[in-house]
């Protein structure tokens, strides 16, 4: 990952100044997104997950002059693939396992929960690491709670390779639902009790200036 990144962020730019001149229509997203897939396979191949090669292939472009138009050029692209991943990755999930009706399923249902409660306190403990700036900690802690997608790619990968039973699958679901959720309303309430402020400097005196 190191390696790729680093020579990318060398070679991407000069490669990618090229494509822009060929002013072949197209041509610069079809690359963009053939490096991106080029990646995701390298890593793969070594024994990765895919997403971390995708991962260091959107680093690299956004090293080079033409990320801002490939970053827009591909939103039509993603507008198509991503219902298409939610979906596939929604239809593994068995859903009789939600039902906390069923006696058998409530150490599903405790284990989402518990992942819940750890997902959010870990990631409200790691906002208080930011600098005591301007920062509303508390909103950064929660703003990283989200799972998204890149919680449902490991859980999938987890799933496929038989890491993960289908009963841990699915509390991890549930992991990545409640945080999803969750973090708007409470990032909402956290900037309406502090704003953009450090909470811990919210309480302190004001400063008193000259008159």
């Known amino acids: 990952l ?32 053939a490096f991106a897939l080029l990646l995701a396979a390298l890593a793969a191949a070594v024994g990765s997950a895919p997403i971390i090669g995708a991962f260091a292939a959107g680093i690299i472009l956004s090293g080079t002059n033409q990320f801002d138009a490939i970053e827009e050029r591909i939103k ?5 693939f991503t219902p298409i991943f939610f979906l596939s990755i929604g239809a593994a999930v068995d859903l009789s396992l939600l039902n906390p009706l069923i006696p058998e ?8 929960l518990i992942l819940f409660g750890i997902a959010v306190v870990g990631k409200l403990a790691s906002g ?28 999938s990968i987890g799933r496929n390779i038989g890491v993960l039973s289908p009963e841990v699958f699915n509390a991890v679901m549930l992991m ?3 945080t999803t959720f969750a973090a ?5 309430l956290a900037f309406a009790r502090w704003g953009r402020t450090d909470p811990a400097e919210s309480t302190a005196e004001p400063e008193v200036g000259p008159t």
């Open 2 to 33: 190191v390696v790729a990144i680093v020579v990318g962020l060398k070679t991407a730019p000069r490669i990618f100044g090229i494509v822009d001149q060929m002013r072949v229509r197209g041509i610069l997203l079809v690359v963009a997104f």
């Open 76 to 80: 039509p692209v993603a507008d198509v």
């Open 105 to 112: 399923n409530l150490p599903v249902l405790t284990i989402g």
């Open 128 to 155: 208080w690491a930011a600098p005591r700036t301007k920062f509303n900690r508390v909103a950064v802690g929660v703003g990283m709670a989200p799972r998204g997608e890149v919680g449902l790619v490991f859980a």
């Open 184 to 188: 708007p309303p409470l990032l909402k």
């Open 176 to 178: 990545v639902i409640g």
